[in-house]
Nanobody, 124 residues
Framework: QVQLVESGGGLVQAGGSLRLSCASS????????IGWFRQAPGKEREFVAS????????TYADSVKGRVTISRDNAKNTVFLQMNSLKPEDTAVYYC?????????????????WGQGTQVTVSS
């Protein structure tokens, strides 16, 4: 089983940046594709970005493309989400999720393990 823990959220002004981390204590972290999702109050959880287990493939939602970069360091069992030019509409709880496959998916149902989430609040 893979345990995922997110960190790095916080309050930031519009236009600012945050770097989220998703860390795992499991030794098989490199076998999992990782996705980032977010959920705003009253809305469904939505896909943000994903990275394949070998980091060869990254995918982004249109709403964050050009502002967000996903990366991973398998030696440190960590995936990062660098978010720049943040907007108030980026405010949400951000979750990382693991999928036991080479490539990550776009839907919540495709992921096996989830972290507890980290709050990102962007003020205008």
């Amino acid at each position: 089983q893979v345990q995922l823990v997110e960190s790095g959220g916080g309050l930031v002004q519009a236009g600012g940046s945050l770097r989220l981390s998703c860390a795992s204590s499991g030794s098989i972290f490199s076998r999992y594709a990782i996705g980032w999702f977010r959920q705003a109050p009253g809305k469904e959880r939505e896909f943000v970005a994903s990275i394949s287990r070998n980091a060869f493939t990254t995918t982004y939602a249109d709403s964050v493309k050009g502002r967000v970069t996903i990366s991973r360091d398998n030696a440190k069992n960590t995936v990062f989400l660098q978010m720049n030019s943040l907007k108030p509409e980026d405010t949400a709880v951000y979750y990382c999720a693991g999928r036991g496959a080479v490539r990550a998916g776009f839907s919540v149902a495709e992921y096996d393990y989830w972290g507890q989430g980290t709050q990102v609040t962007v003020s205008s």
